[in-house]
């Protein structure tokens, strides 16, 4: 019994080693592929990134190959007292020497060279700053040239360098798509550049990568990528909102938004509401996802966010109202007219 429990203990190591390495394979495809460059940031990265990689491949099948020819060519033949020995060898010591001093000066190039490429501030010319805030557990997001504010899902024209200029409300974030670039961290008290650029029309996600709290892993994001027309009829339809209320129901909605305290925390553009603890609203019909990029954007998922969002999104801060039915099939009929 032992004896077949040490066989099989025999394997343990090998089979965790394989399931990295296929854990790993999952990470090369996907929405939120690092090693599928979708911009010149994390093209540039991935460049760095691969360069070591094959570095530390090609050392790595030197030392083996000489230890498995070690391996052979000494091995014990029975042979009687010491071999030869043996005592220093300056031509070795030169060769590992020198040869790990060219590979790590190669890599210090690369970096040093990617780390100014890729530093931003605001004074990075030709680029569109957007302001990007962290929030337990969500994003705001925030274009000062437009006077224009969204939550969760950045709007960026293509082939634009985009100046992120990233800072937290509460604890630290980490803003990461892997796809535009690496990650950079959200600090409460102190702003951070980095910029991103897309060069295709896409959506891009993203996620906080920087534990904040329960809703951490809930914590998402989505980059837009769109045409420069695109986008700047997204930034006019920002900018001129429909937030009138069509329909009597509706209509009762933007009384009952008011009347529960919804707009103690959120802002809506063109209406006196103007919270600022929650997302911002403004358009909430154009937005893909809602919870914080949780739940496709529909009305019968908007409702239930409303009716219990610690049910949909544990952790998350928006407080349960208790709303009867008939109030909340109001106020999503209100939210759902905004465009
Ligand atoms: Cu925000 Cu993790």
């Given at each position: 019994?032992?004896?077949?429990?040490?066989?099989?203990?025999?394997?343990?190591?090998?089979?965790?080693?394989?399931?990295?390495?296929?854990?790993?394979?999952?990470?090369?495809?996907?929405?939120?592929?690092?090693?599928?460059?979708?911009?010149?940031?994390?093209?540039?990265?991935?460049?760095?990134?691969?360069?070591?990689?094959?570095?530390?491949?090609?050392?790595?099948?030197?030392?083996?190959?000489?230890?498995?020819?070690?391996?052979?060519?000494?091995?014990?033949?029975?042979?009687?007292?010491?071999?030869?020995?043996?005592?220093?060898?300056?031509?070795?010591?030169?060769?590992w020497t020198i040869v790990p001093f060219l590979l790590l000066a190669l890599l210090a190039v690369g970096t040093v060279k990617q780390s100014f490429a890729l530093s931003a501030s605001p004074a990075t010319k030709n680029a569109l700053p957007i302001k990007i805030v962290g929030h337990q557990f969500w994003w705001a997001v925030q274009y000062p040239t437009y006077n224009v504010t969204t939550a969760n899902e950045i709007h960026i024209p293509v082939g634009q360098k985009v100046v992120l200029e990233l800072t937290s409300a509460d604890v630290l974030h980490a803003f990461w798509v892997p796809r535009l670039g690496g990650k950079t961290d959200l600090v409460p008290g102190k702003t951070n550049y980095m910029w991103i650029e897309a060069d295709q029309p896409g959506i891009y996600r993203g996620q906080c990568a920087e534990f904040c709290g329960t809703g951490h892993a809930d914590m998402r994001l989505i980059v837009d990528a769109q045409t420069p027309q695109q986008f700047s009829q997204w930034i006019q339809t920002m900018q001129h909102p429909q937030s009138t209320p069509t329909s009597a129901l509706a209509q009762q909605g933007m009384i009952d938004f008011a009347k529960a305290g919804c707009s103690g925390c959120h802002t809506i553009a063109?209406?006196?509401?103007?919270?600022?603890?929650?997302?911002?609203?403004?358009?909430?019909?154009?937005?893909?996802?809602?919870?914080?990029?949780?739940?496709?954007?529909?009305?019968?998922?908007?409702?239930?966010?409303?009716?219990?969002?610690?049910?949909?999104?544990?952790?998350?801060?928006?407080?349960?109202?208790?709303?009867?039915?008939?109030?909340?099939?109001?106020i999503v009929a209100y939210l759902e007219s905004l465009r």
């Open positions: 019994m032992a004896n077949r429990w040490r066989r099989v203990g025999k394997w343990i190591p090998l089979a965790i080693l394989g399931g990295i390495a296929l854990a790993g394979c999952g990470f090369l495809e996907g929405p939120q592929s690092m090693v599928q460059p979708a911009g010149p940031v994390a093209q540039n990265q991935l460049q760095l990134i691969s360069s070591s990689f094959w570095i530390m491949v090609e050392i790595f099948l030197v030392v083996a190959t000489v230890l498995v020819l070690a391996i052979i060519r000494f091995r014990d033949r029975g042979q009687r007292g010491l071999p030869p020995q043996t005592e220093g060898d300056n031509r070795l010591e030169l060769l063109g209406t006196n509401f103007e919270g600022q603890v929650g997302p911002n609203l403004t358009d909430l019909t154009g937005r893909l996802m809602i919870a914080g990029n949780l739940l496709p954007n529909t009305p019968a998922n908007l409702a239930a966010w409303i009716h219990d969002p610690q049910a949909v999104k544990p952790g998350a801060l928006m407080p349960n109202l208790h709303l009867p039915p008939s109030e909340i099939r109001a």
